[in-house]
Each structure stands twice: as C-alpha cells, then as structure tokens.
C-alpha cells in the first residue's frame, strides 16, 4: 500500500523528474559530439531509473485521486 503524497511532496517529486529529464537531454545532446564514458553511462543509467519510480509514484498518486 502506498501512501498519499502532500502537496510539498508531489512539488518536490516534480521538481527532481524536471531535473532528471533535463540532464539526460542534456546527456544526449552532448553524447552526439561526445562518447559518454562509463561513468557517465552508469549515471545516465542511474537517472532512467529514477525517472521511471518517480512516474510509478506520480502514477499511483493519480490514480488514487
């Protein structure tokens, strides 16, 4: 069972995916001119499945609405 989000929470969940998703567009902007090193692949690895639990949640969230 999942709890409910309060507003603070879901602002901050949405405030982490916007800066997720703009640092893998920024990942792949760069990686066109640039090979990401492993490192930088196991972040951007890192990040996807971040992004992906925080849409679960947001998910879940929505549809207890």
Request: proline share 0%; net charge neutral.
């Amino acid at each position: 069972m999942t709890r409910r989000l309060n507003s603070q929470q879901l602002n901050e969940l949405s405030d982490e995916l916007a800066s997720l998703m703009k640092q893998q567009s920024d990942a792949r902007l760069m990686e066109v001119f640039v090979r990401m090193s492993e490192q930088e692949i196991k972040a951007f690895d890192l990040r996807t499945a971040r992004i992906s639990q925080i849409h679960v949640i947001l998910s879940e969230h929505d549809a207890k609405r």
